[in-house]
Every structure is written in structure tokens, then in C-alpha cells.
């Protein structure tokens, strides 16, 4: 297996675990991209970091790396949809639960999980389940009870 370099990330989706991701990587070294619906005001969120970006969604897509799908799934699949000629032979990384908007159940139909919908949606990418088995609030600090928290991830060949 061949390693690969990795310098930029790109993040769909600025909310808790967007940011909370995004800000780890931040300060690993990464350079991060943003995607977010209103760049404008989104930015000043992150305008201490010299290795953050806030761009618009499509401009996101275009930054390069693997981009890091960080919205609500109620938003997910018809955002693939917009945006998945912008996706074509990347990685994607799903972070996504797919769950109601209150979390009380799973919206998925039982035969397929959110990441094979998504892995459907956008055919000729790569997509890589990763990082929605923790919450936004233990990205600082990944630990619980004096043990590190385990990170699971899954992909398709």
C-alpha cells in the first residue's frame, strides 16, 4: 500500500461536527475548506485560523483532498445529488447518522445504510464511513473514563 500525502480537506456543512472535525484536523496541519451555505457570515467562526478557508459549497467541491460530508441527512442525499459531478473519482468521507431530525430513530429503510444511499447517489466516487460514532464535544478531547476513544471506518472496494 502506497501513502498517501495528505495536506487539504475539504468540510461540507459548518455545524458542530463539521467544525468540531475540521478544527482537529486544523490542528494536525491540514489545510481545510469549508463549504457552507452562507461563506459570508460563516467565516468570522473560523477567522483565527490561518489554515482555515469559507467558501460556498461548489467551491468546496473544487478545493481538493477528500471531502468530509458534514450535514444533517435530512439535507445529505439531495446535496449529493447537487453536487456529484463536482465528486466524480474522489473520496468521500460520510459522517453523517441517518437519523431523524430529533434523533429518535433511523431513517433508513434497513437494507441499505446512509453511506451505501450515498455511495449510490454518487456512483464513481469512493465513500468512506468514518467519525460519526463520536460527538462534536469529544473532538478535543477523545477520551472517556481515562480511555481513547476508538475511531471505526468502513469502505467499499
Do not use: H
Not at 108 to 132: C, H, P, W, Y
Not at 144 to 154: D, H, R, T, Y
Amino acid at each position: 500500500m502506497t501513502r498517501v500525502e495528505l495536506q487539504r480537506v475539504s468540510i461540507l456543512g459548518t455545524g458542530k461536527m463539521g467544525s468540531a472535525v475540521g478544527l482537529a484536523l486544523a490542528a494536525a496541519g491540514l489545510d481545510i475548506t469549508y463549504g457552507s451555505r452562507t461563506p459570508e457570515t460563516t467565516s468570522k467562526k473560523f477567522s483565527e485560523f490561518r489554515n482555515v478557508t469559507v467558501t460556498d459549497i461548489i467551491g468546496a467541491c473544487r478545493a481538493g483532498g477528500p471531502v468530509i460530508v458534514a450535514v444533517p441527512w435530512s439535507a445529505t442525499l439531495d446535496l449529493m445529488r447537487q453536487v456529484g459531478s463536482e465528486l466524480a473519482d474522489r473520496t468521500i468521507i460520510d459522517m453523517t447518522n441517518p437519523t431523524s431530525p430529533d434523533w429518535s430513530y433511523l431513517t433508513t429503510d434497513g437494507r441499505r445504510s446512509g453511506a451505501e444511499q450515498i455511495a449510490e447517489t454518487l456512483a464513481s466516487s469512493r465513500v468512506v464511513k468514518m467519525f460519526n460514532g463520536i460527538i462534536a464535544d469529544n473532538f478535543s478531547n477523545p477520551g472517556f473514563s481515562g480511555e481513547q476513544v476508538q475511531a471505526f471506518f468502513c469502505g467499499g472496494v
